[in-house]
């Protein structure tokens, strides 16, 4: 390769790899536009703490749906088409939630709108981090955590606007509203940049699906007997030793990761004593944390290797959340928060890699790795209601710690084969 030809191909990863950047950055915004709004939210539909982990199922059903049909759904239109649909239906529901939550205050439609935002959220999910492992492989290095970084580094915008938004009393339709249309002017005009540089459009099968571009499934054998058949061969392949392992790590860690999410906000400001727009920043605090963590995690992993990593940071994470059970002080739970977020940062992103490694698999194993992380967030939010509603949400912390102890302990399995 000539070096006019070597330096255009660096050219077209670099702006590649800044789109995908760009996709996982409004993802985030998206997110935590909802989650630093939670408390206005449960004050203006006058919501307990177990309704509020209700309203949040709607959200994990309308996940685990779209993760399930993410594969299928992209293999048919393709990486570019799927992540623009995804991206503008994700924005639509952010605008929408805005007017149920805030504008009527209807809990029904407002736990409907969750499910469409969580369903167009989970798909976008999958589509970016097996697009981003396309470009970590073509890199030749760890870059998965960095773009999660980016992710956080959305959800600390998001989080910030929250609480500004909350200080100075912005109404959540409004709100909302502008963050909708700045998702979709954003993912519009990444996405171009990600066709461009990916050169495939639609995906190949083989890439989804795991089978050849030229075996795909024919009309005649019917929807319903294709759909099982996928959902069978999922299953398999979910219960192999590897796979099986990693997912019961996520699960850990994304229960760490959601129970954060969901209700930090809400455990600084009634555990705590914050007020809304403090609870907010506790929650900032804590995605910059992540931030952080997710930024350094690639050289990190490159020179320790995936397992001695997640062991590590996990450590500090328990820290964390054990710190901010007991805390008293206000400073202190920053600190703790902060810690709590490190140790969160690397378990999905890292995950998701290894899930991805296989040549011809990503797909599936992706979105199979992340419906294990996303059946956390689907039991998550209403156990932790449930217990906060009854103990205090402080003491439903205890939760968490415990599942992180469990995601430290398999990580040497899950890691066995993968590490680097």
């Known amino acids: 390769m000539s070096t006019t030809q070597s330096t255009t191909a660096r050219g077209n990863l670099a702006v590649w790899r800044n789109a995908v950047f760009v996709v996982f950055g409004i993802s985030g915004l998206g997110f935590a536009s909802w989650v630093s709004r939670i408390p206005a939210v449960r004050d203006g539909m006058h919501l307990s703490t177990e309704t509020v982990g209700l309203l949040l199922f709607g959200l994990a059903i309308g996940s685990i749906t779209g993760l399930a049909v993410a594969p299928t759904y992209m293999s048919r239109v393709g990486t570019r088409r799927a992540l623009r649909h ?32 969580g369903f167009f959220y989970s798909i976008t999910d999958v589509v970016m981090n097996v697009e981003g492992a396309s470009v970590e492989k073509a890199a030749g290095k760890t870059l998965l955590p960095l773009m999660h970084a980016y992710f956080s580094f959305g959800t600390i915008i998001g989080a910030v606007a929250g609480a500004v938004a909350a200080h100075y009393r912005l109404g959540i339709g409004l709100h909302f509203a502008v963050a909708g249309v700045l998702i979709a002017a954003a993912g519009v005009l990444a996405v ?50 590897q796979l099986l392992f990693l997912g019961l790590m996520v699960i850990g860690m994304a229960f760490v990761e959601g129970a954060a999410n969901d209700w930090l906000p809400l455990a600084a400001v009634d555990g705590h004593g914050f007020d809304n727009a403090g609870g907010a920043l506790v929650y900032g605090t804590f995605v910059g944390a992540m931030t952080v963590g997710r930024a350094a995690g690639g050289p990190l992993i490159d020179r320790f290797g995936r397992r001695l990593t997640l062991t590590l940071m996990g450590s500090l994470g328990f820290v964390g ?68 509603e009854h103990l205090g949400i402080l003491d439903a912390f205890y939760v968490v710690a415990g599942m992180l102890l469990i995601a430290l302990l398999v990580t040497p399995r899950a890691m066995a084969a993968r590490d680097r």
């Open 86 to 117: 995804s991206l503008i239906a994700m924005a639509g529901a952010t605008a929408l939630l805005g007017f149920a939550a805030g504008t009527i205050g209807s809990f029904a439609l407002s736990a409907t709108i969750l499910f469409l935002f």
């Open 192 to 241: 171009r940049f990600i066709s461009s540089a990916d050169g495939h459009e639609p995906r190949a099968a083989a890439d989804v699906s795991g089978v050849g571009a030229t075996a795909r499934p024919r009309a005649s054998g019917g929807f319903a007997r294709r759909a099982l058949g996928r959902v069978g061969g999922s299953l398999r392949m979910a219960l192999e030793p």
């Open 321 to 388: 959340i054990m710190v901010f059970i007991l805390t008293n002080e206000h400073w202190t739970a920053f600190c703790a928060a902060a810690l709590w977020g490190l140790g969160g940062s690397l378990g999905f992103p890292v995950g998701i890699s290894a899930a991805a490694d296989h040549p011809t698999q990503a797909a599936r194993r992706v979105s199979i790795v992340s419906i294990f992380g996303y059946t956390a967030f689907l039991v998550g939010p209403p156990v932790l209601g449930f217990i906060g």
